[in-house]
């Protein structure tokens, strides 16, 4: 910027009201240049006016707004719980199934290569929740759909023996929807492994 043009701003801001400069310095600052609202903040001094600077309003929320959410990433609370529950159910599933393999009937062998196939999902998922891979929740969730269709098919399809893995209905389906749920609309989640 010129002298002149310094010049000729400095007399259109002297020209304007305290309100209009007040807007233009907190609320229409990004319509103007660097200069030409340190000039518009001289001015408010020179009439002895004290300027917040929306600028700085929005470095200082967006500074807080950084703290809170970093705040809320990391494997931490619920979603710790949910690792853990992911990594137990999947154990056991692959045990039961191990130990279902030593049965003869053709039926149950299906049932303990679905289990055992969940059991190692399960694992693969764990992993992935804890490398904080991207699509970790979206697997999480497959897991979980893929844990009631087994609770179902258990229920209706299979009679599972005494000694076999159980997926209880009930549990399995609460459990089901809550973990989707919480997976779908938690804002560790989203900050832990971003947006799928």
């Known amino acids: 910027m010129t002298e002149a043009d310094r010049e000729e701003r400095v007399a259109r801001y002297r020209a304007w009201e305290t309100e209009e400069l007040i807007r233009a310095v907190r609320f229409d600052w990004n319509g103007y240049t660097p200069e030409a609202l340190a000039l518009i903040e001289e001015e408010l001094a020179a009439r002895n006016h004290p300027v917040v600077e929306r600028r700085d309003l929005e470095v200082v929320a967006a500074d807080l707004q950084g703290r809170d959410l970093q705040r809320l990433t990391g494997i931490k609370g619920w979603l710790l719980l949910l690792v ?3 990594l137990i159910n999947s154990s056991f599933a692959l045990f ?3 130990k279902s393999l030593r049965h003869p009937p053709p ?4 049932f303990a290569f679905l289990t055992g196939g969940f059991g190692l999902f399960g694992l693969a998922t764990f992993v992935l929740l804890l490398t904080k ?4 929740p979206e697997y999480a969730k497959a897991l979980f759909l893929l844990a009631m269709t087994i609770s179902l098919l258990q229920a209706f399809y299979f009679k599972s023996p005494g000694w076999f893995p159980s997926f209880p209905l009930a549990d399995t ?17 989203k900050m832990t492994y971003g947006s799928a």
């Open 96 to 98: 039961g199934a191990a």
């Open 84 to 86: 853990l529950i992911i």
């Open 173 to 189: 389906m609460q459990g089901g929807v809550f973990w989707i749920a919480y997976l779908s609309v938690s804002k560790r989640v």
């Open 107 to 110: 039926v149950e062998w299906a």
């Open 133 to 136: 891979h991207r699509l970790a």
